[in-house]
């Protein structure tokens, strides 16, 4: 949704409209896949793609892990390239002593390739099940999904395909969690390490950690390590072994700026660049961050509380409820005003009207209560 948000900056009531239109409870699309792989009850042909990285590898392991190790090499095929012909030769192969086989490819099909992927997936064998597993979310490149009265199955391009895929219902993406999602995850992450944890201190090292799984998991083992095993794991832990993450450390020095502390937010900048973050890398944050306030201030101004914002806007609940409570403290054309500076400030390193540091100096000064 926020890609689209530059080609409206002129108009900030176009803009609110805009954002109104795209408020919506959050799905978790891939729960009801889940359930399909634990009643081995998956067949045809499925897109596995989005953001969430640890979910999404969580889910071709247990599909893997239900074909019997003694057979395994014979019956799950993994490639990288796309080729149709030979794709479609793994498909008719018949399963060896089992009752099914699986076929992974991690490229989308393009062209005439993807026109004759789709058109072969009706005719599969039913002991085959294909699974399209791509990292990141997948873009559709512009394509439009089908009038339901066409009758073309041609797919002219990977974005095509995806669009295809999705209008059959085999086309799944993994989203990041809800931050409740996320506290039950770390819980039972916890109970899995023969440890336990508060809720407070999830959220702790939610916050600290970021968002992402794998690293939430990779701290959480240091921290279970840290007190031992069998142990509740600390407050104390997750400071001691848990290095705050780029965007907490941003955020924590926008909140300089919208509280009336610059100069403290500029020794904060200065300590981030020089750790070796890239002030570009740190204007994108804050360019989000300003529009997640843009979003977070309309709702208020709508009378939508605290909570039912955060759930409402989604994303990180930690940098959504900072960005919530940074807002009620601007007017609405301030906040419209600083997320356009951030905005700039790429074009302003492409043509050389500023450098990165000079330009992300100014719009935070200029976003500065």
């Not at 042909?45 to 893997?64: F, M």
């Not at 799950?76 to 479609?88: G, K, N, S």
């Not at 069998?230 to 509280?259: H, K, L, Q, W």
């Not at 020089?274 to 002030?279: L, Q, S, Y």
Request: net charge neutral; glycine share 8%; with cysteine.
């Amino acid at each position: 949704m926020l890609a689209v948000i530059p080609a409206l900056w002129h108009n900030y009531s176009t803009l609110a409209a805009y954002l109104n239109k795209q408020w919506k409870d959050i799905d978790m699309k891939y729960n009801d896949f889940f359930k399909l792989i634990n009643t081995g009850t998956l067949t045809g042909a499925y897109l596995l793609h989005g953001s969430e990285e640890y979910v999404k590898d969580s889910a071709l392991k247990q599909i893997i892990d239900r074909f019997e190790p003694s057979t395994r090499s014979m019956n799950v095929a993994d490639i990288h390239e796309f080729d149709v012909e030979a794709l479609i030769d793994l498909c008719e192969t018949m399963p060896f002593f089992s009752d099914s086989r699986l076929v992974v490819c991690r490229r989308l099909p393009d062209g005439d390739g993807a026109a004759r992927i789709i058109e072969y997936i009706g005719e599969m064998p039913s002991t085959t099940l294909l699974i399209f597993f791509i990292r990141g979310k997948c873009d559709t490149g512009g394509a439009k999904p089908r009038a339901k009265s066409s009758s073309s199955k041609k797919s002219a391009s990977s974005g095509q395909f995806v669009l295809d895929l999705e209008a059959m219902g085999r086309c799944v993406e993994f989203t990041g969690l809800s931050n409740q999602d996320l506290l039950k995850w770390v819980k039972k992450t916890a109970a899995e390490l023969n440890s336990s944890i508060e809720p407070n201190v999830s959220q702790r090292l939610i916050n600290l950690a970021g968002t992402d799984l794998s690293v939430i998991n990779n701290e959480l083992m240091k921290a279970a390590d840290y007190v031992g095993r069998g142990n509740p794991i600390t407050a104390e832990a997750i400071e001691s072994c848990v290095s705050p993450n780029i965007e907490y450390r941003v955020f924590d020095m926008a909140d300089y700026f919208s509280s009336g502390h610059p100069a403290d937010g500029f020794k904060a900048l200065d300590r981030i660049i020089k750790d070796g973050e890239d002030p570009l890398g740190i204007a994108r944050y804050l360019e989000s961050r300003y529009k997640v306030m843009l979003q977070a201030k309309l709702m208020i101004e709508g009378g939508i509380n605290r909570s039912d914002a955060i759930r409402r806007i989604g994303g990180s609940a930690y940098a959504t409820g900072k960005a919530f409570d940074a807002a009620k403290r601007y007017p609405l054309p301030a906040i419209f005003k600083a997320a356009k500076a951030f905005s700039d400030i790429f074009y302003m390193n492409v043509t050389g009207t500023a450098g990165a540091r000079e330009a992300l100096e100014a719009a935070l000064a200029a976003a500065a209560i």
